[in-house]
């Protein structure tokens, strides 16, 4: 059991060989979590592939990975948008257009309506950095050091209307040290979001190649 996690879940098996899902990421930060899904698929380890890249922040450290992983990528500033539904009708244009067939939102800030959600109904997950039902919502890794638990961590879950309450597909747990800051902990918490992200996407695969 590695010091970062109290679970640390097996790293994705190679599953038996399917059409690859076809992914697009909605992301608005650092983009750790969409490298390692590029770098996961690049070295064969889940059948997927990067459709396109849409991302809220003109800053985001998230554009210049998918620029070096050659995945296109496209800004949706949310400012541009009078309401979230055109918000989302945009978002859901872009991802038909690149042909997306699941969406993963991995630091994607924004709520997203029925718009999105009705366009691929069960087809959207989300990456949240705590054990959900705990800690739902924005800055959950400051919610968990308020709260004081010792052992936190980081799910990722099926979308539905309601914030970060939809099914729960893959979890692990991550222990809250006595010196952790906000950004100490994230960072633990990040390594295994690599993990489960990758997880939760080679279980969908395979369970959408048994469906075909
Ligand atoms: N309908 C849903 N939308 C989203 C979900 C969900 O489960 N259902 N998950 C979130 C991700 N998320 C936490 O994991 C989250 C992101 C953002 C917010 C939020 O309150 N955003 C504010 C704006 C905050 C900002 O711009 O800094 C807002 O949208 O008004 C809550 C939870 C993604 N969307
Ligand atoms: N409420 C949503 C939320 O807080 N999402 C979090 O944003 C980070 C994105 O990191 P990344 O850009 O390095 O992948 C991740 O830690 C994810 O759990």
Redesign the pocket.
Known sequence: MSADALVSPAAPALIAPCSPLRLGVLASGSGTNFAALAAAIANGELPATLQVLIYNNPKALVAERAQQWQIPSVLLNHRHYNSRESLDAAIVETLKTYDVEWVV?AG?????TPVLLNAYPQRVI?L?PSLLPSFR??HAVEQALAAGVKITGCTVHL????????PILVQAAVPVLAEDTPATLHARIQRQEHHILKQAIAHLAAAHSLSR
């Open positions: 939102m994607w800030m924004r709520i997203v989300n949240h919502g924005l979308v539905e209307e309601a914030v970060d309450s939809g």
